[in-house]
């Protein structure tokens, strides 16, 4: 009896039927190349087997081809197919109901062959670059592991899991140790850098706080670094030419004053950085400046004051600039620019769970819908972990509460 024909393949969730392809078995049963060197020594029979410990990838070819196709439409579908195919970047998961249980990390990449001889009947070829590991879905559930408890290896591959990890202490398994440390995490960026245009009069800007300010504690440090704020003062309907600008004295900040042209002159303000406590509204020490500018034979003498304060129930900044008592008529704009505001985190790693990736040697967690890196908290030795084939026995601290396991297995 023969493979039944007319299958398809699904391409980073996508069916191939939803283009009108179908595909028949052939290409899709075979097995990744081991990158092995074979040396001939003189005097020894026979090769020496220099094995590199991995697998090539494999090209994965389907035989394809559409039903009803007409000389018309076959180059929209063509196209459509091609166009689905190739926006892709990167490996994504590949599987066919040949192989129903088995899924592959895939690149499209070399095209898609079409004879010609055959075009109303649809015939082509499609080639895919993959890894070499057939991952088997069964390995993609997390399982919860006890305290002395197994896992079973269906394969005869060693597989790299993932651990989801509530808690911190040791982990060891299949002769590999894992210390989880309950640590500080580091800086986590609240805000992107941005610039603000405003009135020159007296102006309140909230900045809102983006959901990353959930994966900070109380009490946690929240810092605005150095800013700086530009003023652009005008003779607006006074008379006379502006011919100077000086500073008479500043306060927790430099400034620099000059004179442009005749009508106008600039006030630059270099704030400090300033520090806050999440849980905690608090105001900023204020920065001020204090100028004279001389226009049409009368001196103007104003103070420029920038204050932040902060908002924990709102999770906002509030930067207050304001000139007081400013020259009426002369102001044109000021000119806000912030970079990034951060928050040094103290993240618990015993709250929500720490994942632990032993194919890449990362580790993170998500906390407030953003992902946290934590590789600080984890040392991976020389090689990372594996699960062998057979049995793997868990074993952990009493301060780990919880261990749940994606295995990952895989065959070729």
């Known amino acids: ?16 039927d939803t283009y009108g392809v179908y595909i028949t078995g052939e290409g899709v049963f075979n097995a990744p190349e081991r990158d092995v060197d074979m040396l001939e020594i003189p005097g020894r029979n026979g090769a020496y087997v220099q094995d590199k410990g991995r697998f090539k990838n494999i090209k994965v070819t389907y035989k394809a081809g559409m039903f009803d196709v007409t000389e018309s439409n076959f180059a929209d579908k063509i196209a459509n197919l091609r166009n689905w195919l190739g926006s892709k970047k990167g490996y994504v998961r590949l599987s066919d109901e040949y192989n129903p249980n088995e899924y592959r990390m895939a ?6 062959e079409v004879d010609h001889d055959y075009l109303i009947a649809g015939e082509f070829e499609i080639t895919f670059e993959c890894k070499p590991q057939r991952f ?7 399982s919860a592991v006890a305290n002395n408890g197994t896992l079973s290896n269906p394969t005869l591959f060693d597989s790299s899991p993932l651990l989801a990890v509530k808690g911190y202490g040791n982990i060891s398994f299949n002769g590999f140790s894992l210390d989880i440390q309950n640590d500080v995490v580091g800086d986590v960026v609240l805000h992107e850098p941005y610039t603000k245009n405003v009135g020159l009069w007296t102006y309140t800007n909230y900045v809102s706080i983006s959901d990353t300010y959930d994966s900070l504690n109380n009490g946690d440090t929240i810092t605005i670094p150095s800013r700086s704020v530009w003023y652009e003062i005008s003779r607006g309907n006074i008379s006379g030419n502006v011919t100077s600008i ?16 005749d009508a106008k002159a600039t006030l630059t303000m270099n704030a400090p950085s300033c520090s806050f406590a999440k849980g905690t509204s ?22 420029f004051t920038l204050d932040t304060s902060y908002n924990d129930t709102d999770k906002e900044f509030m930067f207050d600039y304001y000139p007081n008592n400013g020259i009426t008529g002369a102001g044109k704009r000021s000119e806000l620019n912030v970079s990034e505001i951060t928050g040094y985190s103290t993240i618990s790693t015993l709250g929500n769970p720490s994942y632990i990736d032993c194919d890449i040697g990362e580790c993170y967690m998500y906390k407030g819908g953003y992902l946290v890196t934590l590789n600080n908290l984890v040392a991976f030795g020389s090689d990372l972990p594996v699960l062998a084939s057979g049995t793997n026995t868990f ?12 295995p990952r297995w895989w065959k070729i």
Do not use: Q
Not at 8 to 15: A, I, L, N, Y
Not at 292 to 303: H, N
């Open 246 to 261: 000086t500073i008479n004295s500043t306060t927790n900040c430099t400034a620099e004053c000059k004179v442009v042209s």
């Open 1 to 16: 009896m023969g493979i039944a024909p007319y299958k398809t393949f699904t391409f980073d969730g996508v069916s191939s």
């Open 395 to 406: 074993t952990y601290d009493n301060t780990i509460t919880e261990l749940k396991v994606t």
């Open 107 to 112: 690149v499209f990449y070399s095209g898609i």
């Open 282 to 303: 608090s105001s900023a020490t204020a920065s001020s400046v204090t100028f004279s500018v001389v226009i049409g034979g009368t001196t103007y003498t104003r103070t």
């Open 136 to 142: 088997l879905t069964s390995g993609e559930t997390a």
